[in-house]
């Protein structure tokens, strides 16, 4: 029996670099298109020193605006996140 050599596809997403899991998309892209969001940026790299730091509820009705504003500006919740928590740390600095 001879073995097939296997041609790994790279995600289609400009920057990814990740390997296909479905229809031209790493499995992170992937989901996104399930979820109904147009993939378009990288998925950022995890184990970076990175910890979950803010567990915090919302309303879904503000849930659902924040994420309709976020994705005018082109953020995640995590990089809102982010920018808030550094000018707040920054702000104490000083």
Request: charged fraction near 35%; glycine fraction near 20%; proline fraction near 4%.
């Given at each position: 029996m001879r073995r097939r050599a296997v041609r790994?596809?790279?995600c289609q997403?400009?920057?990814c670099?990740?390997?296909v899991h479905s229809r031209g998309y790493c499995a992170s892209h992937y989901r996104q298109l399930l979820r109904g969001t147009v993939p378009s940026?990288?998925?950022r790299e995890r184990?970076?020193?990175e910890k979950p730091v803010l567990a915090v509820r919302l309303p879904?009705?503000?849930i659902s605006t924040?994420?309709?504003q976020l994705r005018k500006v082109g953020l995640s919740r995590a990089e809102l996140l982010e920018q808030l928590v550094s000018r707040w740390v920054r702000r104490?600095?000083?």
């Open positions: 790994h596809r790279k997403v400009a920057g670099g990740r390997d940026r990288p998925i184990g970076k020193g879904g009705s503000l924040m994420d309709r104490l600095a000083h």
